[in-house]
């Protein structure tokens, strides 16, 4: 049986500072950038200078709103993994087992629109992540190295309602071998 477990250890579960940090860097880089040619361009009447302006308030504006984005990111990051740690503590976390009704392998890394995430369903619900996703709950895929087979029992616990409104697995349990295969999804 492979497991993966994470609800004896809420202390480890942290928002992703390390990529907030780089998103306000950037924005405040472009603030900077934007702020500084509208600052320091003369405004002569040539095209060029009239172009340099321009560029200036568009990279100005584009950074306003990459750091409004960045903040609503950063506040609701650290808002579900403060509610991760309080749900952990507290235990209030459902938990679900059997075979799976079916199972549509990931691939390691998903491509745009969630196109190579994994998808199964046990009980009435579904689950779905990437493998290449920054996040503390399960998201291993079977391309990846993951628990969970299209042959696997499974006993997985999870935070309803994630970061994206997902489900955030926090421990999973599985046993391949144990059921028949699960059918591809809509099969």
């Known amino acids: 049986m492979q497991v993966f477990d994470i609800t004896h ?11 907030i940090g780089l998103f306000w860097c950037v924005g405040l880089f472009m603030a900077v950038f934007g702020i500084g040619i509208l600052k320091h361009e003369k405004r002569d009447g040539s095209d060029y200078s009239k172009g340099m302006l321009r560029n200036g308030r568009r990279a100005a504006w584009f950074s306003l709103l990459w750091i409004l984005i960045t903040a609503w990111a950063s506040y609701s990051n650290i808002h579900a993994a403060m509610n991760a740690r309080h749900t952990l503590a507290t235990g209030r976390y459902p938990t679900l087992e059997g075979c799976l009704s079916y199972f549509d392998p990931g691939e390691v890394t998903c491509r745009r629109g969630g196109r190579g995430a994994e998808r199964w369903k046990v009980g009435d619900r579904e689950f779905s992540y990437c493998g290449d996703s920054v996040t503390f709950a399960y998201h291993s895929t079977e391309a990846g190295g993951g628990i969970v087979h299209s042959d696997s029992w499974v006993r997985v616990s ?7 409104g997902g489900d955030d697995i ?4 599985g046993k391949p071998g144990i059921c028949a295969p699960a059918p591809l999804p809509g099969s």
Do not use: C, H, N, T
Request: net charge neutral; charged share 20%.
């Open 170 to 173: 926090v421990r999973m349990e």
């Open 158 to 164: 999870y935070i309803a309602g994630g970061l994206f």
């Open 9 to 19: 250890s809420p202390d480890l579960i942290r928002p992703a500072y390390w990529l």
